[in-house]
């Protein structure tokens, strides 16, 4: 049982102090749908294998080192790690329904196949990490939202071959420094806001280039805003 059972007991025991959870939600956890806790210094992820019908778990600030104990969060709809010290892409196998996924400022070095079957993700932003490339972000074909700003990223040349629903695209303060990026980039036919530049996060070489944005606007006609301004005609 719950009461006897006492590792599961410690394992949790921050989780429902932060969350406020009640003394019959301990005992029933498929009634917890929502985990949020910011500057916890909850570095363990296990205790989320307890509740399977969460929906969004937002744990920021944590020094999260592993995603992990999501095994049983088949309903998870919303994930939010940023600023943590996670350095791979893993464990969300079991989230089929994830549609939102944010991993801003951690330490990720590379995506492997750590978006094998998250067909329902929308929305990934992976800001302010180390990510060379953008390789397997493929894995993810029905993303419409990507920021991949303040990276390590050189090119995005074949980068988004199956991610053809993207319709926002930040790549702020990379090392994009040639237009064969903005060419390459012309096939996204429902790309309706770029960023090359963002005041929120810095620019890329590419923005520097004689008739950069005259060149962006005439190559991505679908573009509604670029570089957080609007396109007028």
């Not at 102090?17 to 806790?37: F, L, Q, W, Y």
């Not at 088949?74 to 893993?90: A, G, Q, R, T």
């Not at 801003?104 to 990490?129: H, K, P, Y």
């Not at 702020?172 to 309706?192: G, I």
Request: hydrophobic content about 40%.
């Amino acid at each position: 049982s719950w009461d006897n059972d006492r590792d599961r007991k410690e394992a949790l025991s921050q989780l429902l102090a932060s969350n406020g959870i009640r003394e019959e939600d301990i005992k029933n956890p498929e009634r917890v749908t929502c985990i949020e806790m910011v500057l916890d210094e909850y570095c363990c992820m296990r205790g989320f294998r307890y509740f399977p019908n969460l929906k969004t778990i937002c744990l920021i600030q944590q020094a999260v080192v592993k995603i992990e104990g999501l095994e049983a969060c088949c309903n998870l709809e919303k994930l939010i790690l940023n600023e943590n010290k996670i350095m791979k892409v893993e464990g969300l196998t079991a989230c089929a329904n994830l549609r939102q996924l944010y991993l801003c400022t951690n330490a990720i070095q590379d995506l492997g196949v750590g978006l094998v079957g998250l067909s329902a993700l929308e929305v990934l932003w992976v800001a302010e990490n180390s990510l060379a490339d953008l390789e397997g972000i493929g894995m993810a074909p029905n993303l419409t939202d990507l920021n991949a700003a303040r990276n390590k990223l050189s090119s995005v040349s074949q980068a988004f071959e199956r991610n053809v629903k993207l319709r926002s695209l930040n790549l702020s303060d990379n090392s994009l420094c040639s237009f064969r990026e903005v060419l390459y980039l012309s096939r996204l036919s429902a790309l309706t806001e770029l960023n090359f530049s963002d005041p929120d996060w810095g620019e890329n070489p590419i923005c520097m280039l004689c008739n950069y944005q005259t060149y962006a606007l005439y190559h991505l006609p679908t573009l509604k805003v670029l570089d957080r301004l609007r396109v007028t005609a």
